[in-house]
Structure formats: C-alpha cells, structure tokens
Nanobody, 115 residues
Framework: QVQLKESGGGLVQPGGSLTLTCTTS????????MSWYRQAPGKERQLVAF????????NYGDGVKGRFTVSRNNYGNTVYLQMNNLKPEDTATYYC????????WGQGTQVTVTS
C-alpha cells in the first residue's frame, strides 16, 4: 500500500535551517508529482512546495520562495524539503503528499521555530 513518512522536523532558532525527508513506498515515485504542505494550529493546511514527477518543475507557496527548496530522488524513493532562514511563522506540522486522486498523506513532522 502507499505509504509516506516524513522525518527531519525539530526545534530550531530563527535563521536556522532544517531538511525534511519524505520516504515513500508502495508505488513508483517516478510517476507522481509530490507536494509539501504545512498546517499551523488553528489555520488551514497550505501548500508549501510542489515538484513534478521528473523534478524539472517546482512551485512554491507564498512566504517560502527563496528560502525553501524542494527536491527528489526517484531512485531512493525520497522527497526533500530544504528550509533555510527559518522564521517563527514557519512553525507548523509539515506533511508530504502524493498528487492525484485519492491524495495520500504522511503523518506529518513538527517544525518549531523559536528563540
């Protein structure tokens, strides 16, 4: 079955960096676009980044352009989110998701940015 598992979250100071990893199984990653979303308490889930199946096209949500970079390793069945210059407003639970219907989600990993 399709499984997505995020890792790499944690506590970081403003200006710091984290790299999130989404480890996938149960499907051929090379055939699917993948996304990162985040959800802060009391807020709606929002798109952070999208990467096409080949990795040649990416899109980013508002507020993260220039700071976050999404990438993928189709052979290693992993998708990454490199986050630099983190801000307190980046604090959220981060989820990876497989595009398409139905949309599959991981369980999320918590990122907390605080001094």
């Amino acid at each position: 079955q399709v499984q997505l598992k995020e890792s790499g979250g944690g506590l970081v100071q403003p200006g710091g960096s984290l790299t999130l990893t989404c480890t996938t199984s149960g499907f051929a990653l090379k055939d699917w676009g993948m996304s990162w979303y985040r959800q802060a308490p009391g807020k709606e889930r929002q798109l952070v980044a999208f990467i096409a199946s080949t990795g040649y096209m990416t899109n980013y949500g508002d507020g993260v352009k220039g700071r976050f970079t999404v990438s993928r390793n189709n052979y290693g069945n992993t998708v990454y989110l490199q986050m630099n210059n983190l801000k307190p407003e980046d604090t959220a639970t981060y989820y990876c998701a497989r595009s398409g219907t139905p949309r599959y989600w991981g369980q999320g990993t918590q990122v907390t940015v605080t001094s």
